[in-house]
């Protein structure tokens, strides 16, 4: 299948379109006021289990009514069947990309990339589904062959007609080379070189990132968590140039 059949959102040109902040809080108001906060400076925002939990998708028209575009990050992994009609489900809301767990199944996988191509077939622009290689608070399984993992999952799911992969920013330039430039890379983790890693175990420069072959980074702490959130957005947007 070509990228051209998948559907997902186009791919960002721009530095600032590349930066997407991760809204980890666990209740609209925080998270709209760090929006509010941000302003121009921040296009997409990552929604994740905690906050949609918590406000469902009353917050993503929010984030929507504010010119803001929506990753809703909320991990599926389940039946075919279940994980296809959440899919179906959650393409109600403003919501452009979306997670799910490779190791789900191939069965899984095409049932999910089928019913976003339904959709974009009947409806127009669907989501892009981004398969979750291996969480970046997570050690690689196999020491020796660090990457073989991460790898062989984003094949597994680029055969499966999924738009894209969420990875560490250290596999980019692996993935680009086993897999090529197609499906869109997501890589968290993300921290400045003189940044704390909090919880990550695997994480990288913006730099390394979008050298690698990222389309997009996700930003969480060292944005939200900062002194001077703007300031924050700009330096890692400017180090994305
Ligand atoms: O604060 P920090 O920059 O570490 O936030 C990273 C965000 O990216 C979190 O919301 C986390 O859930 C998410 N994420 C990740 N690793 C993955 C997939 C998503 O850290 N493989």
């Given at each position: 299948m070509t990228e051209a059949q998948i559907p997902g959102p186009d791919r960002p040109r721009a530095a600032r379109e590349r930066l997407i902040v991760a809204l980890d809080f666990?209740?609209?108001d925080a998270a709209l006021a760090m929006?509010?906060?941000?302003?121009?400076?921040?296009?997409?925002?990552?929604?994740?289990?905690?906050?949609?939990?918590?406000?469902?998708g009353q917050l993503l028209h929010a984030l929507r009514g504010r010119g803001k575009r929506v990753f809703l990050d909320l991990k599926l992994h389940d039946i075919p069947n279940t994980m296809a009609m959440?899919?179906?489900s959650l393409s109600r809301l403003?919501?452009?990309?979306?997670?799910?767990?490779?190791?789900?199944?191939?069965?899984?996988?095409?049932?999910?990339?089928?019913?976003?191509?339904?959709?974009?077939?009947?409806?127009g622009p669907a989501i892009g589904l981004l398969g979750v290689t291996r969480l970046t608070s997570l050690s690689p399984p196999d020491v020796s062959d660090p990457?073989?993992?991460?790898?062989?999952?984003?094949?597994?799911?680029?055969?499966?007609?999924?738009?894209g992969w969420i990875a560490p920013a250290a596999a980019a330039p692996l993935l680009r080379g086993a897999h090529g430039p197609c499906p869109a890379l997501v890589c968290p983790g993300i921290?400045?070189?003189?940044?704390?890693?909090?919880?990550?175990?695997?994480?990288?420069?913006?730099?390394?990132?979008?050298?690698?072959?990222?389309?997009?980074?996700?930003?969480?702490r060292p944005v939200t968590r900062a002194?001077?959130?703007?300031?924050?957005?700009?330096e890692i947007v400017r180090r994305l140039v």
């Open positions: 666990q209740d609209a929006v509010d906060r941000l302003g121009e400076e921040v296009t997409w925002y990552k929604v994740g289990m905690e906050l949609f939990y918590a406000e469902g959440a899919v179906r403003p919501v452009e990309l979306c997670t799910l767990h490779i190791p789900a199944g191939s069965e899984a996988l095409r049932a999910c990339a089928a019913e976003v191509r339904r959709i974009a077939e009947t409806r990457w073989r993992d991460v790898v062989s999952l984003a094949g597994q799911a680029m055969a499966c007609g999924i738009y921290r400045l070189p003189e940044g704390a890693k909090q919880d990550q175990v695997t994480v990288g420069t913006p730099e390394e990132a979008v050298r690698g072959g990222a389309d997009w980074i996700v930003v969480g002194e001077d959130p703007s300031a924050a957005a700009r």
